[in-house]
């Protein structure tokens, strides 16, 4: 016969972070387990799926500017898809790894420009578009950040210029 009364039972309790973060939510062994929520006194505040006390699964996480992201956690980290929204007004939907945008996304940023494309460690990097508020865009080859390789830029007329781009001028 097993005991009334296991170690591995989940209970809804509170768990308090060393970094200050409160816990309410399931625990299991001790640790937060399952659907929770975290807060901090400076008022950023967490809500999602935790395994044995780390961010894993679905959450999201706001910030006290008012930005937050909306997406998948692996090991507390950004890893999945997911949305981020800037308190200045950018907003990014795709794909991270390891906390940093990284994959397939679309980057909107504050000034109206757009960029569709790849990601490597948070930089426009491989294939990408990028429009601009006038209309124009250029299409084509991406790194570290900047127009570089093969590309097309197509002005607000419709006009194309087909070319080669090293750190982001054209050759």
């Known amino acids: ?3 009334c009364c296991s170690s591995n039972k989940v209970v809804k309790e509170t768990y308090d972070y060393s970094d200050g973060g409160v816990y309410s939510g399931d625990l299991q ?7 929770g929520q975290i807060s901090w006194e400076s008022g950023c505040f967490f809500e999602g799926l935790l395994d044995q006390g780390r961010k894993n699964g679905k ?14 956690f692996i090991d ?4 999945g898809y997911g949305e981020y929204y800037w308190a200045d ?3 990014y939907k795709g794909n991270w790894v390891d906390g940093d ?4 996304g679309t980057l909107q940023y504050k000034d109206g420009r757009i960029y569709k494309g790849n990601f490597t460690n948070d930089k426009r990097d491989g294939q990408g578009e990028m429009i ?3 209309g124009s865009k250029y299409i084509g080859t991406w790194k570290k950040g900047r127009q570089h390789g093969k590309g097309v830029l197509i002005d607000t007329n419709g006009k194309k210029t087909e070319g080669t781009w090293n ?5």
């Open 1 to 3: 016969m097993g005991s």
């Open 29 to 35: 062994n001790g640790l937060p387990q399952g659907k």
């Open 59 to 72: 959450g999201l996480f706001r910030w006290t500017d008012g930005s937050y992201y909306d997406g998948d």
């Open 76 to 79: 507390e980290k950004f890893n």
């Open 89 to 91: 007004g950018k907003v």
């Open 101 to 104: 945008l990284n994959g397939e």
């Open 132 to 134: 601009w508020p006038s």
């Open 167 to 171: 750190k982001g001028k054209k050759l």
